[in-house]
């Protein structure tokens, strides 16, 4: 009975600081991604609203990340003061030996583990799948506050842009110059006497052009040069696609796409292996979960340690530091093919592994 409430106990003083810990290392990366939301959010005009449902999207997708750390940090800490306060000493004192103490972090690692796996492969990619398609909607709707007078805007619908001046009345661009490239074999150069950017805002597409007045076309195709004069023509901005057939990264797919897609003879080369490291990153991010939670209470239980809390956060965070390190190293070379996928994705977690167990040695 001892034993049951120490580890409840121990438990429920590990449970706020996880909590705390996935919302510090929520905002350090929201933090990351501030000065990159901004200046998209003034180029596109974006409202308040949408910006805080971009920061959610965002926060979703980066769950899975979260919780190994935020499991990591709260183990250190708690053990690491009931060590502090000798609390560690007087529960052994009472024939609490160390698989007992090490219950609680257990359990909370496996719920965590168990969360994580299914924030990986559903939830996660529904917020990333959900970000996308906002920008895509956003990049679209917003295009008119991308174009500035004089300056040549490159990346504006994979065209290059410029006007000469801007009516701030009617909106209407003054010397109109585009090159699109948008294919390679036949790229198109437009120059016009005005245009006028036409979107409509009622459609879930977004969809954008810009009809030009006045102008000639000059295309270039191997050794032919085709010159086209017109009185009014439309440079489509955005094509009109669904929600449902709007291509997906990686990122976006869930555990049933990453199974169908990695399964489907079609795919080969480069993207099937990127589907792969998808695939086993999740799966070894997750099992992170419960090898952190082990981790963290080994090098947390230090029955002669009288540091400050402070000792136990940034031993934490060095160890995460260094995990995606290595982890970062690892994945580089899935990516080039220097290893195998599995193996290179699974290598950090197996050098931790020992880390974790040659530390359960010492304190047992």
């Not at 094509?239 to 169908?260: A, H, I, N, Q, W």
């Amino acid at each position: 009975m001892g034993g049951f409430r120490a580890s409840r106990y121990i438990f429920f003083e590990m449970l706020p600081s996880f909590l705390l810990g996935v919302f510090i290392f929520i905002s350090i990366l929201l933090m990351f991604q501030a000065l990159r939301l901004t200046e998209f959010m003034l180029v596109h005009g974006v409202q308040l609203g949408e910006a805080i449902r971009i920061m959610s999207y965002l926060a979703i997708s980066f769950l899975p990340v979260i919780f190994p750390m935020s499991l990591l940090f709260s183990t250190i800490l708690t053990y690491g003061r009931l060590s502090q306060d000798s609390e560690i000493v007087a529960m052994r004192a009472l024939g609490l030996d160390t698989k007992t103490l090490m219950v609680p972090a257990l359990v909370l690692g496996i719920i965590v583990t168990l969360m994580s796996a299914q924030t990986s492969f559903n939830l996660a990619p529904w917020g990333n799948r959900k970000f996308e398609v906002l920008i895509h909607q956003m990049k679209s709707l917003k295009a008119s506050a991308t174009i500035k007078a004089g300056v040549f805007s490159e990346g504006l619908f994979d065209l290059v842009f410029y006007t000469n001046e801007i009516d701030s009345k009617t909106g209407v661009l003054k010397k109109v110059f585009i090159f699109d490239e948008r294919n390679p074999e036949a790229p198109l150069t437009i120059v016009a006497k005005e245009g006028e950017l036409l979107q409509d805002e009622t459609l879930p597409q977004n969809k954008s052009l810009l009809r030009l007045k006045e102008g000639n076309i000059h295309r270039t195709q191997t050794d032919n040069y085709t010159k086209v004069d017109f009185n009014s023509f439309d440079v489509n901005l955005s094509e009109p696609v669904e929600y449902s057939e709007k291509r997906k990264t990686p990122l976006s797919y869930t555990f049933k796409d990453l199974g169908v897609a990695i399964d489907d003879p079609k795919i080969t080369g480069k993207h099937k292996r990127k589907l792969k490291i998808e695939y086993h990153r999740r799966l070894a991010i997750s099992i992170a979960c419960l090898l952190f939670a082990i981790l963290g209470f080994v090098m947390g239980t230090r029955t002669n340690s009288r540091s400050a809390k402070s000792g136990g956060v940034i031993l934490s965070i060095g160890v995460i530091v260094v995990y995606w390190i290595l982890y970062v190293v690892f994945e580089g070379m899935a990516k080039n093919g220097r290893l195998p996928v599995g193996p290179s994705i699974w290598t950090t977690n197996l050098v931790f592994f020992g880390v974790m167990f040659w530390r359960y040695r010492k304190v047992t």
